[in-house]
């Protein structure tokens, strides 16, 4: 494993991909990296499940919601949204997430799925900000 001080570069984790997936400390701060951080124009996870991301006209007409099944857009859209009937894997991890609701006592919610949605997010949505949080 690694220490955080022995990363020598910003390109550390470029030149060395495999260590996400071998090392723990990286693969959990590269999956909070991820969970955190919008990818323009895909607004952030984090910003989706706890109600910052509202969804705009742009993304109202592309089907986008602030929703479940947006954080599977945000994470594999390409591959799992828009799509009709529902991904397999866009609608097992919709049912995991309402085992998750369940177990922890919490309502079940509804858009868990992503196949009414486009498998892309618009320019000029809510998640279409400029800047970068990084």
């Known amino acids: 494993m690694f220490a955080p001080s ?10 060395n991909p495999e260590l996400v997936g071998t090392d723990g400390f ?3 701060a590269a999956a909070i990296w991820f969970y955190m951080n919008p990818q323009d124009p895909k607004p952030s996870m984090h910003d989706v ?24 857009n945000v994470i594999n859209g390409g591959i ?3 799509q009709n009937p529902e991904n397999s ?3 097992s ?8 609701l369940a177990y922890f006592g ?6 868990l799925g992503c196949g009414s ?6 320019y000029g949505g809510a998640g279409d900000v400029p800047g970068s949080w990084r």
């Open 6 to 15: 022995s990363y020598d570069s910003k390109n550390f984790l470029l030149e």
């Open 26 to 28: 990286l693969a959990m």
């Open 49 to 72: 499940m706890t109600g910052f991301f509202e969804p705009n006209s742009a993304d109202d007409n592309n089907g986008i919601t602030a929703s479940f099944g947006t954080t599977t």
């Open 80 to 82: 799992e949204c828009g």
């Open 89 to 91: 894997k866009s609608a």
């Open 93 to 100: 991890r919709g049912e995991y997430y309402l085992e998750w």
């Open 106 to 111: 919490l309502d079940a919610e509804t858009g």
């Open 117 to 122: 949605q486009t498998s892309y997010f618009p």
